[in-house]
Structures are given as structure tokens and as C-alpha cells.
């Protein structure tokens, strides 16, 4: 896929449009101004044809500001009714703010269990926001911060914007916050912080500068950012962070400038939903280690894994469960849905395919897990 931002910019069909809580509000609540502003360069977008989803952060700032406290609170239950009382209002202005532009919306709240715990569960989310943009009807998407536990939760709106633009098969992720771009350090204490206006690899080194730049109001920093930039780009979807206080900032996008933001460039040819799907929306239950002779095959090949290449089993997973498989080094190198369980792969691993049946007493597969259910990542994740 070619680096060229102004190209991918003008071929983009579908793009997924992140808003942070700092750009949405303000020392009074929600900055309706800065909303308008929004809505009246989406709008321009969904009028030329391009297809968006809107994932806005704000609720629980909002709310913490209308409630009038101080910080947000440590308890989960007054964060969640915290949440409650901002979403009404965030959407509200938003619906006013695109009704001015003839424009329909709709609120998606979702959990990380909505995405995660079952493929239909997952498909009935992408089909209700297919059906959505099919009706030209702008959806606006939002954890469900309200009933979310810490084993639901997405974690932030920064990954949540990354597996909504796997589902939905984005053609770009626009990430704008408050910050215009990533720097070399923290310029709102240091001037002289070099702007990174594009990043072809992320590795660790992009990983350290990064985790230096904290969120303000939002549960998300430059890290969050840089590591939903990792998921997308692995699968073959680029991503840009920008300054969502520009009013014109969507357009400078759009026009291909190549000095506004930081642009994270894909590294593959986009993975098919269902990939995406065992790549990075089911959390791994289990870690396979596997040897040197495995990883050529898997990575250079195009090869299934077989119990000889595995040299260690973690975790205590059934048949069907996603496993994370990793190198003697423990980079992921992949993931994929095991057709043993853990018991019986402790049993096999190292032997080879006609000795299953042996220790097993049956042999229902050759492969632990078969090409067709296997993500490669190589070792960017």
C-alpha cells in the first residue's frame, strides 16, 4: 500500500473519526462551539460521500462537570452514574449541532463484551452499523460506560475506535485530541519537542516517546493512541493523530497536507474481517509457545501449527478459545482458535500428528490450529 497520505486521504470511503474529551470540553462542561465545529466539517464530508463513524469520548467529563466535582471520582459506581448524566447530554448536542446540517445521528454504546464475547454478538454489532450507514444516518459511538466492568471494558476510546475501524473495514482512523501531533517530548513543557509528522514502524523507541504525553480529562494518553495505531496498522488501515481545535482541520486532512498531524502508515495489505476479528477483538485465553522450525513455517510459509512445533502450553483455555502464540524470544508472532484444549495440547505438544491419537485416544485434527483460523502478526503486537 502506497505512503502517500493525499492518495489514501482521496481514495478513503469509510473512515472512523475519533474525538477526545479534550477537544469536547471545556472548564464549563462541553464546548458547544468546538461541537458546531465538528459537525459542520463532518458534514461536509458525509455531503462529498464518505461514509463516517463517529467514536466521542466526553461523556464522563461532561458529567463530572455538570455535577459540579472537582475530579473524577475512584468509585465505580458514581463514575458510571457520572457517565450516565454526561451521555444524555453529549448526544443531545449533538443532535442539535448536526440538525442544522440536516444531518441524522444515531448513539451506539457498546462494551468491550459486545465485540468480544461471541462472533454473532460481534456481527450484529457491524450489521446495525452497516444498516446505519446505509441510511445515511451518522453513527455517533461511545463505551458503555454506565454498565461496563473492568472485564468488559475496552480500555479507553482510543482502542475502541481501533476495533470499530477492524469491524467495519475503515479505509483510515482520524484520531483528534488536543495535542496536533506526536512529538519527541511533551511541547507544552519543553520547546524544544520535535514534531513526528510520519512513523512507518512503531517499535519500542516510538512506544517510550509516547508514554510521556498524558491525557488531561480522557482515560487515554499519546500511548493509548500510539498502541490503537499499532492494531490498525498491522491490519493494514492507516491512521493519523491531529489537533480536533482546528475548525478546519478534517479539510486540511483531506486535502492531503502533508505537515498537519502525525500519519501512521499500514505495514500490509488490509486482513479480512474475520482475521481481524481473531486478531484483536478476542482477548487471548492461553499463550502457546512454539519453537523456531514453527514461526518459519507460520510466518514464511503460510503454514498451520502442528503439536511438534509447540514447546509450551499457558494458561487453562478449551477447544475454540483464542491463543496468543509466541516465539522463544515471546514476541506474538500470532493468534488463532485452538482445536484442542489446554490439557490435551500439554498432551501433544512436541509429537508428532500420527502420535495424537496415542496420547489423546482420539485425533479429531492434525493442526492445534488450522491457517484458516490464524492471524498472523509477525512481531509488531
Not at 440536516?102 to 460481534?122: E, F, M, P
Not at 474481517?273 to 481473531?278: A, D, E, F, L, S
Amino acid at each position: 500500500m502506497t505512503l502517500d497520505r493525499k492518495t489514501i486521504f482521496d481514495q478513503a470511503r469509510r473512515v472512523v473519526i475519533k474525538v477526545g474529551s479534550g477537544v469536547l470540553t471545556g472548564k464549563d462542561g462541553l464546548n458547544k462551539d468546538r461541537i458546531d465545529s465538528l459537525s459542520r466539517q463532518l458534514s461536509v464530508l458525509l455531503e462529498s460521500g464518505i461514509e463516517i463513524l463517529l467514536v466521542s469520548s466526553g461523556a464522563m467529563a461532561c458529567g463530572q462537570r455538570k455535577i459540579g466535582l472537582s475530579k473524577r471520582p475512584e468509585e465505580i459506581p458514581k463514575r458510571q452514574a457520572i457517565a450516565a448524566v454526561g451521555q444524555a447530554d453529549l448526544i443531545w448536542t449533538y443532535e442539535v449541532a448536526f440538525s442544522h446540517y440536516n444531518q441524522k445521528v444515531a448513539q451506539i454504546l457498546l462494551t468491550g463484551d459486545d465485540l468480544s464475547s461471541s462472533r454473532r454478538r460481534y456481527l450484529n454489532a457491524r450489521n446495525t452499523l452497516n444498516t446505519l450507514l446505509e441510511w445515511k444516518v451518522l453513527p455517533i459511538i461511545n463505551e458503555n460506560d454506565t454498565v461496563g466492568t473492568e472485564e468488559i471494558k475496552f480500555g479507553d476510546n482510543d482502542n475502541l475506535s481501533a476495533l470499530i475501524s477492524l469491524m467495519m473495514n475503515a479505509d483510515i482512523l482520524v484520531n483528534l485530541t488536543d495535542i496536533d501531533a506526536l512529538y519527541s517530548n511533551d511541547p507544552r513543557s519543553d520547546p524544544e519537542a520535535k514534531k513526528i509528522s510520519l512513523v512507518t514502524r512503531i517499535n519500542k523507541e516510538i512506544e517510550i516517546l509516547a508514554s510521556g504525553l498524558p491525557g488531561v480529562l480522557g482515560t487515554g494518553g499519546m500511548l493509548s493512541k500510539i498502541r490503537a495505531a499499532k492494531k490498525v496498522t498491522s491490519a493494514g488501515i492507516p491512521m493519523v493523530i491531529a489537533n480536533g481545535g482546528d475548525d478546519d482541520i478534517l479539510a486540511s486532512l483531506f486535502s492531503g497536507q502533508p505537515d498537519v498531524g502525525t500519519f501512521f502508515a499500514p505495514s500490509r495489505e488490509k486482513l479480512s474481517n474475520r482475521k481481524c476479528w481473531i486478531a484483536f477483538h478476542r482477548k487471548p485465553k492461553g499463550v502457546l509457545k512454539i519453537d523456531d522450525g514453527a514461526v518459519a513455517a507460520i510466518l514464511q510459509k503460510g503454514k498451520s501449527l502442528l503439536p511438534g512445533g509447540i514447546t509450551d502450553v499457558g494458561g487453562d483455555f478449551g477447544i475454540g478459545a483464542p491463543v496468543a502464540l509466541h516465539d522463544n524470544e515471546d514476541n506474538w508472532v500470532a493468534t488463532g482458535l485452538v482445536n484442542y484444549k489446554a490439557t490435551d495440547i500439554r498432551k501433544i505438544m512436541g509429537k508428532r500428528t500420527n502420535q495424537i491419537k496415542t496420547y489423546l485416544g482420539e485425533k479429531p485434527y492434525d493442526e492445534v490450529i488450522h491457517r484458516n483460523n490464524m492471524t498472523v502478526l509477525g512481531t509488531t503486537c
